[in-house]
């Protein structure tokens, strides 16, 4: 008879705790959505908004068709990030961001100059965030334990560059993927800038070559130490991006 009882009582605990929580879980979401009130295509109201911001006194709504990527050019070959330190992960000499509209189709792009100066998130020596400080935005890529790391560094320090607008993915391209890239695309067609004849004897100055892997990355490895204009030096960076584009088509 006892067990019996035992058994109603324990049943009529879980009941009434039961009860309980789904009157808690009611009020809860009523006292959530009490000041909601749906209103159909209005995607900035409510659940699901939108992202905005404010420029030139004017309200702009983020566009669900576009994702941006920031794309970006490290000086050093990638066999090397086994024996980086925490500070030591290479500069991001080269940093575009893309749009891609999807609607469109078409791809939009911010060249951003590796010596613009921003807010760069820091770590200490022992891999340790330690805050932000004012630097060229290239070093950006050096701080971190690893390219995941690094790459969130940079894309933190281009959204603190562009207002908080912050790309949401990154690709890192190594001088060693070089080789491979030429060589996956049959081979890069492109102007020669200026005159590399002192690198390979037909690379004078206009000629339209398709590259050798052997060019090409001989080409990036002594790039930064041809061009004392970074402006001359961001010109045969992006006509090198057009020439891949091209080649992806």
Not at 5 to 31: D, E, F, H, N, P
Not at 148 to 170: D, I, S, W
């Amino acid at each position: 008879m006892r067990s019996g009882r035992r058994v109603l009582l324990l049943t009529l605990i879980i009941v009434v705790g039961i009860a309980l929580l789904g009157g808690l879980y009611a009020l809860g979401r009523w006292y959530e959505n009490r000041d909601y009130k749906e209103e159909r295509q209005q995607m900035t109201e409510g659940f699901g908004k939108l992202p905005t911001v404010e420029y030139g006194g004017k309200t702009y709504v983020k566009r669900s068709d576009v994702n941006t990527l920031l794309l970006m050019g490290v000086d050093r070959a990638e066999e090397d990030t086994e024996t980086l330190s925490f500070r030591d992960g290479g500069q991001a000499d080269f940093l575009l961001v893309l749009a891609l509209d999807h609607t469109n189709h078409q791809i939009h792009q911010l060249q951003i100059d590796r010596d613009s100066i921003t807010d760069v998130p820091v770590v200490g020596v022992l891999g340790n965030e330690v805050g932000t400080r004012q630097l060229q935005i290239c070093l950006s890529h050096a701080y971190g334990g690893n390219e995941q790391e690094r790459c969130q560094h940079t894309l933190q320090a281009v959204a603190n560059l562009l207002g908080g607008e912050k790309p949401e993915q990154c690709i890192s391209v190594w001088l060693g993927a070089i080789h491979t890239i030429n060589s996956r695309l049959g081979g890069i067609t492109m102007e020669v800038p200026d005159d590399y004849s002192h690198l390979d004897p037909a690379m004078t100055k206009g000629a339209v070559l398709t590259l050798t892997d052997e060019q090409a990355e001989e080409a990036a490895n002594r790039f930064d130490k041809e061009y004392s204009s970074e402006f001359a030096a961001y010109d045969q960076m992006i006509d090198a991006v057009r020439a891949i584009t091209e080649a992806c088509e």
